[in-house]
C-alpha cells in the first residue's frame, strides 16, 4: 500500500531552537495533514495543506506542500518545551478518503 | 461539540474474550475511520465508513475483526475472540467530507 518515509525519526533540541521535519512518498498526494500526539492521547490536526507549493502558518508551525506532491516539510520555530510528542505526517490521494501515516517524529525539547 | 468519543478509554481482557470498542463521531461528520496504532507498525487503517456504509475494510486484520455503524452516531468495533497480538491502542476518526479527520482519545486495550 501506500507509505510515507517520515524523518528523522526521533530528535533531541534545546528549548528556542528551530525544529524541521519532513516526510516524502513515492506516490502522488492531494492532501497533506500534519498532527500532533500526546502521550495518552488521539493525533490532534496542526496544518493542513491542499495545494502543491502552499505554505501554511499557524502560530510557530510552518508547513509546505512539495511541488511534485511527494513530500511536505514542518517547521517548528523556537521550540518550548510543551512542543514535546510525536509528530505525524498524514496524507490522502486522490479519488481516495484513506489518511495514510507516516511512522513519526519523536520531539524531546530540553528546558 | 465534544469531539469524537470513544469508550471505554482502557480495556483489559484475557485472551477468547469478546471485546467490544464504542466510537460516538463528531456530529454531521459523514465520514468514520477505525486505526490501530503499535509501536511496530504504527497507526493502520483497520476500516472506513461512509454514511454509515462500510467503504473499505482492507485493513481489517482477520475474521476476528468486525465492525458495524449502525447509525450516523455511532460505531462499534468488535473482536472476537481476542488474542494478546490484538494488544494496541484503537483510535476512531471522523471526518466531514473526507478533509479534516478529528481523532478520539483512543482505546488501549490489552490482551492477556
Known amino acids: 500500500g501506500q507509505q510515507l518515509n517520515q524523518s528523522p525519526q526521533s530528535m533531541f533540541i534545546q528549548e528556542g531552537e528551530d525544529v524541521s521535519m519532513n516526510c516524502t512518498s513515492s506516490?502522488?498526494?492531494?492532501?497533506w495533514l500534519w498532527y500532533k500526539q500526546d502521550p495518552g492521547e488521539g493525533p490532534v490536526l496542526l496544518i493542513a495543506?491542499?495545494?502543491?507549493?502552499e505554505l501554511t502558518s499557524n502560530g510557530r508551525l510552518t508547513a509546505q506542500f512539495g511541488i511534485t506532491r511527494k513530500d511536505s516539510f514542518l517547521n517548528i520555530s523556537a521550540s518550548i518545551p510543551s512542543d514535546v510528542g510525536i509528530y505525524f505526517c498524514?496524507?490522502?490521494?486522490?479519488?481516495?478518503?484513506?489518511?495514510?501515516f507516516g511512522k513519526g517524529t519523536k520531539l524531546t525539547v530540553n528546558p | 461539540d465534544a469531539g469524537v468519543i470513544q469508550s471505554p478509554r482502557h480495556e483489559v481482557t484475557e485472551m477468547g474474550q469478546e471485546v467490544t470498542l464504542r466510537c460516538k463521531p463528531i456530529?454531521?461528520?459523514?465520514?468514520l475511520f477505525w486505526y490501530r496504532q503499535t509501536m511496530m507498525r504504527g497507526l493502520e487503517l483497520l476500516i472506513y465508513?461512509?454514511?454509515?456504509?462500510?467503504?473499505?475494510d482492507s485493513g481489517m486484520p482477520e475474521d476476528r475483526f468486525s465492525a458495524k455503524m449502525p447509525n450516523a452516531s455511532f460505531s462499534t468495533l468488535k473482536i472476537q475472540p481476542s488474542e494478546p497480538r490484538d494488544s494496541a491502542v484503537y483510535f476512531c476518526?471522523?471526518?466531514?467530507?473526507?478533509?479534516?479527520?478529528?481523532f478520539g482519545p483512543g482505546t488501549r486495550l490489552l490482551v492477556l
Open positions: 456530529s454531521g461528520h459523514d465520514y
Open positions: 476518526a471522523s471526518s466531514l467530507a473526507g478533509q479534516l479527520w478529528d
Open positions: 465508513f461512509n454514511n454509515n456504509v462500510p467503504i473499505d
Open positions: 498524514a496524507g490522502v490521494q486522490g479519488g481516495s478518503e484513506k489518511l495514510v
Open positions: 495543506l491542499y495545494k502543491a507549493g
Open positions: 506516490s502522488i498526494f492531494n492532501t
